[in-house]
């Protein structure tokens, strides 16, 4: 099994400041992420002035006056920002990646160099942007939020369609948090059976255990929100981990792939091997045995430790002669 790619998810938890976004790239690195994920657009080109917040967005911003384009006009990072965030990574030893949200955040995640884009669930029905982004990139995650298997086919048809070889799908619910009975962490297989890609889960429930799961389940990638603290007024801190988390979930995905890494065969293990005497039992004298006196129900038993012999040869003791003198708790030898 390739070791599970974990992304860490900052998107616009740093409120549109630069300082709280090289706090999270600390703290992805810190927890041993292997990316550490923002959000590229322009607020112009991704909503209408028309465009009303998701419930989710008024109830964890606290505000119902302004409208998506005004809330994410204060989330927005300008090229330079990206350039600094970017040199930041490297020092810090984890990898940048972004999600663009229009046409022109591609064109500019393709010009900074990036090989690999993230699909976010609300582009999965857009043509024009799934078009250009098989264009551009050579590797390609589609996230599935909100998604049927014939959009996530439609999707996936445009990328082959483009040649891309290099696709892969996160399982995904846009809901934030995602009620737990709505997670259906099943479909994640389904999804990589029917299109026989790399799967992963994008996770917005609360905690950490679902991710955990999903790397049980056999996800190779995992995608998380991250943030400084979840009190901050922001739509997606509150369904977000905070850094102790963060260092938390990785910790445990990576525990689990070392517990699903085995070769599949049940046999002792190197690490037990030397317990097999301990934990095992042998045939033991019950009571003193003269030699020439025939093993019985009634002189024999069963104790630690386990380095005679084995109980299963029970049947094969019985009736067969001491060859010479036992006492009590000593191992029976033929």
Same mark, same amino acid.
């Given at each position: 099994?390739?070791?599970?790619?974990?992304?860490?998810?900052?998107?616009?938890?740093?409120?549109?400041?630069?300082?709280?976004?090289?706090?999270?790239?600390?703290?992805?690195?810190?927890?041993?992420?292997?990316?550490?994920?923002?959000?590229?657009?322009?607020?112009?080109?991704? #909503?209408?002035?028309?465009?009303?917040?998701?419930?989710?967005q008024i109830t964890n911003t606290g505000n119902n006056e302004d409208s998506q384009l005004a809330m994410l006009k204060q989330l927005e990072l300008s090229h330079a920002d990206h350039e600094k965030i970017i040199t930041y990574c490297r020092e810090?030893?984890?990898?940048?990646?972004?999600?663009?949200?229009?046409?022109?955040?591609?064109?500019?995640?393709?010009e900074i160099g990036l090989d690999l884009v993230k699909i976010p669930s609300g582009e999965i029905t857009n043509l024009p942007y799934l078009r250009k982004?098989?264009?551009?990139?050579?590797? #390609?995650?589609?996230?599935?939020?909100?998604?049927?298997?014939?959009?996530?086919?439609?999707?996936?048809?445009?990328?082959?369609?483009?040649?891309?070889?290099?696709?892969?799908?996160?399982?995904?619910?846009?809901?934030?948090?995602?009620?737990?009975?709505?997670?259906?962490?099943?479909?994640?297989?389904?999804?990589?059976?029917?299109?026989?890609?790399?799967?992963?889960?994008?996770?917005?429930?609360?905690?950490?255990? #679902?991710?955990?799961?999903?790397?049980?389940?056999?996800?190779?990638?995992?995608?998380?929100?991250?943030?400084?603290?979840?009190?901050?007024?922001?739509?997606?801190?509150?369904?977000?981990?905070?850094?102790?988390?963060?260092?938390?979930?990785?910790?445990?995905?990576?525990?689990?792939?070392?517990?699903?890494?085995?070769?599949?065969?049940?046999?002792?293990?190197?690490?037990?091997?030397?317990?097999?005497?301990?934990?095992?039992?042998?045939?033991?004298?019950?009571?003193?045995?003269?030699?020439?006196?025939?093993?019985?129900?009634?002189?024999?038993?069963?104790?630690?430790?386990?380095?005679?012999?084995?109980?299963?040869?029970?049947?094969? #003791?019985?009736?067969?002669?001491?060859?010479?003198?036992?006492?009590?708790?000593?191992?029976?030898?033929?």
């Open positions: 099994m390739s070791k599970v790619i974990i992304i860490a998810e900052a998107g616009v938890n740093h409120n549109g400041s630069l300082e709280n976004a090289f706090k999270l790239v600390d703290a992805a690195s810190e927890a041993g992420v292997d990316y550490v994920k923002f959000q590229t657009f322009k607020a112009d080109k991704l #909503v209408s002035k028309s465009a009303k917040k998701a419930e989710y810090k030893g984890v990898h940048f990646f972004s999600t663009a949200f229009d046409l022109e955040s591609l064109q500019y995640l393709k982004a098989a264009q551009l990139f050579s590797k #390609v995650i589609l996230s599935t939020g909100m998604s049927s298997m014939n959009d996530i086919k439609a999707a996936v048809d445009v990328f082959k369609k483009e040649k891309i070889k290099d696709i892969s799908i996160l399982h995904c619910n846009t809901e934030y948090p995602t009620p737990m009975n709505d997670v259906n962490l099943k479909a994640m297989l389904t999804i990589k059976d029917v299109f026989e890609t790399p799967v992963g889960y994008s996770d917005h429930t609360l905690g950490i255990e #679902v991710p955990i799961a999903a790397v049980a389940l056999g996800a190779n990638i995992i995608e998380k929100h991250f943030t400084l603290d979840k009190t901050m007024e922001g739509p997606d801190h509150a369904a977000s981990l905070e850094p102790e988390e963060l260092k938390n979930m990785v910790a445990a995905i990576r525990n689990i792939e070392d517990a699903i890494s085995g070769t599949g065969l049940k046999e002792p293990s190197p690490s037990e091997m030397k317990n097999i005497k301990i934990a095992r039992k042998s045939i033991i004298a019950a009571k003193e045995i003269k030699k020439g006196e025939r093993f019985s129900e009634e002189n024999l038993t069963v104790k630690r430790p386990g380095d005679g012999i084995s109980p299963m040869q029970w049947d094969d #003791v019985i009736g067969k002669q001491a060859n010479k003198d036992f006492y009590e708790d000593d191992l029976i030898e033929l």
